[in-house]
């Protein structure tokens, strides 16, 4: 996620913005016309699978929004029609950092993903949330979506985001801001740091969060609990929901029964919310123990303990194998 004094303001002061999601407003219909009128031929977006130029793996850019965005793709064997994987890193982070770390773009490539790991814009250190202030990342990473759509042969009903910590906080918000476009987000160390919408389009949501976070923490309250001096105040007046609470909510707005509870691995408890609303479902992962961190069998001692017997990236692949194309 990034430490330093510089990140933990950052992080503050994206967290003190107020983040909801505006339902759609519907309209009355349109009486109708008396004089039948021509409808405009509107051409059919490029689609990759119909032939064309194709993105080689590797570093991109995209203009967007006045910016050069740059974005790191890895790509599967086969002609597809393949699913797509937004891979978004936390705060002070980096693509390359989080294509490394969360190991997605290796092992999702090889179960089939196209796997688009992008960065923030130049001079940021995180993303815009939705109707945040910024670059407008949400346009961005649909811009970015469209372009894989043109270049590659990908599947549109099989679209999905995974996040560390700001950048899992910015994956489900991404299920309420995109409009149904996805059909699975998953967030390691960041659930909490977004409020579910009130009424989410169908999505399956996985999520991974250690009860021994310090930088957000499992229980609620004030995040970065290791600070001190003014960005202690500045924590101070930052109050997070508990992540299981953040969890039930996405069940509720989800139309879910009642979880079943179950423990996959020692000290890891999975809360499993199935058979919900139009094919939807929430997982979450609570790790014993572990840190701010991402399950797996990479370390990184600074941010806590790591769950090594848990594998985050093939979980995560796995809930969007099983989700329901949108």
């Known amino acids: 996620m990034g430490g330093g004094r510089g990140v933990g303001v950052a992080l503050l002061t994206a967290m003190l913005v107020v983040v909801t999601a505006a339902g759609c407003s519907g309209q009355s219909p349109e009486r109708p016309s008396a004089v039948p009128t021509a409808v405009p031929t509107v051409a059919p977006p490029p689609d990759g699978c119909a032939g064309g130029p194709r993105l080689a793996e590797g570093r991109h850019t995209i203009e967007f ?13 086969g002609d597809g029609p393949h699913p797509v994987l937004l891979n978004l890193h936390g705060l002070g982070s980096n693509a390359r950092e989080q294509a490394a770390y969360s190991r997605l773009p290796r092992v999702g490539a090889e179960r089939g993903y196209v796997v688009a790991t992008p960065q923030v814009a130049k001079g940021r250190l995180a993303w815009t949330l939705p109707n945040g202030f910024g670059p407008d990342d949400t346009g961005f990473l649909g811009a970015l979506l469209d372009r894989l759509e043109q270049e590659l042969c990908v599947d549109r009903r099989r679209q999905f985001a995974a996040g560390l910590s700001y950048g899992g906080g910015m994956a489900a918000a991404l299920a309420c801001s995109m409009d149904g476009r996805l059909a699975g987000v998953a967030a390691v160390a960041g659930l909490s740091l977004v409020r579910p919408c009130p009424e989410p389009p169908p999505v399956t949501l996985v999520s991974f969060h250690g009860t021994a ?17 003014d960005l202690r105040k500045l924590a101070d ?43 939807a479902d929430v997982r979450l992962y609570t790790v014993g123990g572990g840190g701010h961190t991402w399950p797996g069998p990479i370390e990184v001692p600074r941010l ?4 090594r017997g848990l594998d985050a990236s093939a979980l995560i692949l796995d809930a969007f194998d099983a989700a329901e194309p949108r």
């Open 65 to 77: 929004g006045g910016l050069e965005r740059v974005f790191l793709l890895a790509l599967p064997e």
């Open 213 to 229: 976070d310090r930088t957000v923490p499992y229980g609620g309250g004030h995040p970065l609990r290791d600070a001190t001096g």
């Open 237 to 279: 007046m930052v109050k997070l929901p508990p992540v299981r609470r953040s969890a039930e909510g996405w069940a509720a707005a989800l139309g879910c029964p009642e979880p079943r509870v179950s423990s996959p691995v020692r000290s890891v408890e999975l809360r499993a919310w199935d058979g919900c609303a139009a094919g």
């Open 304 to 307: 806590g303990a790591t769950a």
